[in-house]
Nanobody
Framework: QLQLVESGGGLVQPGGSLRLSCAGSGFTSDAVPIGWFRQAPGKEREGVSCISNSDNSTYYADSVKGRFTISRDNAKNTVYLQMNSLKPEDTAVYLC????????????????WGQGTQVTVSS
């Protein structure tokens, strides 16, 4: 079965950091661009970041630029999202989806997806 498995979510105070992991299962993650998306209660899904599989180019939503960093470790078949300076408005379920594009369009068709991991930023 081809899937992505997210981990690393949790509760963190404003200003804190978390690192999310997205592990590929059943396929090699460097075969496709993989992205992080998030969905908060009552809000539409939004694109957060995407990393290409060709040249490791990275793309970020304006709301996270300078705070979040996406990376991949092909040897571990895993994509990471390092989140620093977290804000309450970053609270959401974070999902990894593939393939993604530089537009971070949350509505495009995805072939691979995970179950999501909850990130809560609160004091």
């Amino acid at each position: 079965q081809l899937q992505l498995v997210e981990s690393g979510g949790g509760l963190v105070q404003p200003g804190g950091s978390l690192r999310l992991s997205c592990a590929g299962s059943g396929f090699t993650s460097d075969a496709v661009p993989i992205g992080w998306f998030r969905q908060a209660p009552g809000k539409e899904r939004e694109g957060v970041s995407c990393i290409s599989n060709s040249d490791n180019s990275t793309y970020y939503a304006d709301s996270v630029k300078g705070r979040f960093t996406i990376s991949r470790d092909n040897a571990k078949n895993t994509v990471y999202l390092q989140m620093n300076s977290l804000k309450p408005e970053d609270t959401a379920v974070y999902l990894c989806l593939a393939p993604c594009s530089s537009s971070l369009d949350p509505q495009e068709g995805f072939d691979y997806w995970g179950q999501g991991t909850q990130v809560t930023v609160s004091s």
